[in-house]
C-alpha cells in the first residue's frame, strides 16, 4: 500500500484537482493523509467533504500554521504504507502514476525512486519542461540501482532535492529516522533529501514524467522576501546532516560547503534590496560559526571561490570575531 502525505494551507483553488488526481489512480491501494496547516480558507470544508465521500482519506489538523516540514512529519507517524509519496496540494499525478512506481520499486526493492515532472506555468496556462529537474547527467542512472557513492561528487549537489519528485520505502526512512526539520522553514526539503540520498542503498530513477508541478505567482519558488532568510537555518542543517558522518563529511566537504555558501549568495542576490544589508551580516556569521563552533575555517578557505570569500569578508571577519 502506498501512503500519499499532502499538507494543506490555504490552497482551495488547486485541492480538488489534486484529491481527485490520487483517488483516480489506476493503482488503488492507497490512503490519503492530509494535513490541513491551520488554513483560513475552505481547504478543511473541501477536505471533509473528500473524506466523507471515500474512507482511504483521513484528516489531520494543526492548531495552528506548523509549516510543511512538521506537517509531513505528523503525516509520517501514522502512514499505513509500505511506500511514501509526499504531494503538493496544488499539484497534480498523472493517472497511472502509482501504478509505475509501485511496479519498479517493489520490482528492484528499492529505497527511493525519482522520477520527472510536467511543469504547468498557472500564469500563461501554458505546460513545459523544469531543466532542473531533468539534469541531463542523470539520464546514464536511468532504470538502473545506485547509490550516492556511484555519483560525481559534484553532481550529488546538482539534484533536485525536491520531496515531491520521489518515492521512499516507510521502512527505509523509519529505519534510518529520516524527518524534515519540524521548525517553519521554507526548502524544508534539502536537510530531509540529503539525510535519504547518503543513507539510501538502493536508488534508481525512471524517465516517466508522473507528477505536474504548478508554479503559481508568490510561489515560495519566486520569493525575494524575508522568508528568504530560512536558508540560513538550512545551512547549518544541511551541514549538520553529514557532520552527523564524519567520514561522509570528509568525503563530500568541499563539495558541500562550496554548495551551502553558493546558494547563500544566490540568495542574497535574490532577496529585496531592503533585506540585503542583514542578509549579508547573517551570511557572515554562518561563516564565523562555522568557524567557531565547527572548526572548519582550512575546509571554507581551501573549498569556497575566492572571489565569494571576498565579497562576504571572509577573512576579517573570522579574525575579528577571535579578537
Not at 493523509?33 to 481547504?43: F, L, Q, V
Not at 503559481?216 to 544541511?238: A, G, H, K, Q
Not at 549538520?240 to 558541500?256: A, G, H, P, S, W
Not at 564565523?288 to 578557505?301: A, E, H, P, R, S
Request: glycine share 2%; charged share 25%.
Amino acid at each position: 500500500m502506498i501512503s500519499v502525505i499532502i499538507p494543506v494551507f490555504n490552497v482551495e483553488d488547486y485541492l480538488y484537482t489534486c484529491l481527485n488526481s490520487v483517488l483516480n489512480q489506476t493503482y488503488e491501494h492507497f490512503e490519503i493523509i492530509c494535513i490541513d496547516d491551520a488554513s483560513t480558507d475552505s481547504s478543511l470544508d473541501i477536505l471533509e467533504y473528500f473524506a466523507q465521500k471515500d474512507s482511504r482519506i483521513k484528516i489531520l489538523k494543526n492548531d495552528f500554521n506548523k509549516g510543511p516540514g512538521y506537517t509531513r512529519n505528523k503525516g509520517l507517524k501514522i502512514a499505513n504504507g509500505d511506500y511514501i509519496s509526499f504531494l503538493d496540494a496544488d499539484d497534480w499525478l498523472i493517472p497511472n502514476a502509482f501504478e509505475v512506481l509501485i511496479k519498479h520499486a517493489t520490482k528492484y526493492k528499492l529505497d527511493i525512486l525519482m522520477f520527472k515532472n510536467i511543469v504547468y506555468y498557472e500564469k500563461s496556462h501554458e505546460f513545459g519542461m523544469e531543466e532542473y529537474y531533468e539534469m541531463e547527467f542523470m539520464n546514464k542512472y536511468l532504470n538502473k540501482v545506485f547509490n550516492h557513492f556511484d555519483l560525481d561528487k559534484t553532481k550529488l549537489f546538482e539534484m533536485s532535492n525536491a520531496s515531491w519528485n520521489k518515492f521512499y520505502s516507510k521502512s527505509f526512512l523509519y529505519e534510518n529516522s529520516i524527518i524534515f526539520p519540524n521548525e517553519n522553514l521554507i526548502h524544508e526539503d534539502n536537510p530531509f533529501f540529503y539525510k535519504a540520498i547518503t543513507s539510501a542503498k538502493r536508488v534508481s530513477i525512471i524517465d516517466d514524467r508522473l507528477h505536474n508541478r504548478r508554479r503559481r505567482p508568490n510561489s515560495i519558488m519566486t520569493l525575494n522576501n524575508e522568508r528568504l532568510f530560512d536558508n540560513i537555518d538550512i545551512s547549518y542543517l544541511v551541514l549538520n546532516v553529514f557532520l552527523d558522518n564524519i567520514q561522509l563529511y570528509n568525503y563530500y566537504k568541499k563539495e558541500l560547503l562550496i554548495s551551502i555558501f553558493y546558494t547563500l549568495d544566490y540568495k542574497y542576490n535574490q532577496i529585496e534590496d531592503k533585506f540585503k544589508e542583514e542578509f549579508f551580516k547573517e551570511v557572515q556569521n554562518v561563516f564565523i560559526n562555522f568557524v567557531k563552533d565547527y572548526g572548519l575555517y582550512d575546509d571554507i578557505f581551501g573549498s569556497v571561490d575566492k572571489n565569494l570569500l571576498d565579497k562576504f569578508k571572509f577573512i576579517e571577519i573570522v579574525n575579528n570575531s577571535n579578537e
